[in-house]
């Protein structure tokens, strides 16, 4: 919601609001900040680490590295396979 209403408000507000904020408070979001990306990092690292995601996690490597394939185009590629599986996995049985 406070994003919403920066942006609805304009880049001045966005300055004023940044301005007049103390510094503990941008020094502190200063630190999440930097630290979200080890957080990322660290969920990530999780989710490839099973041993049934492994596939998929080469598969979209050696797309990106041998074809040059950008982001997005595995991300098509990644949602079009992800909803193959979905629709021909097996009927009656309780996925996990």
Known sequence: MPVFIISYLGPTA???LVEY?????TNGLTVAGGVLPAIG???MITTIG???IL????VAYFLVQYLGLNTMAISVFGVCLAL???YNGK???AHD
């Open 21 to 25: 904020l103390p510094a503990w408070v």
């Open 91 to 93: 009927k009656g049985v």
């Open 14 to 16: 966005a300055k004023f």
């Open 50 to 52: 099973r041993k049934e």
């Open 55 to 58: 596939p998929f996690f080469f």
């Open 84 to 86: 193959i599986l979905f």
């Open 41 to 43: 990092f660290a969920l």
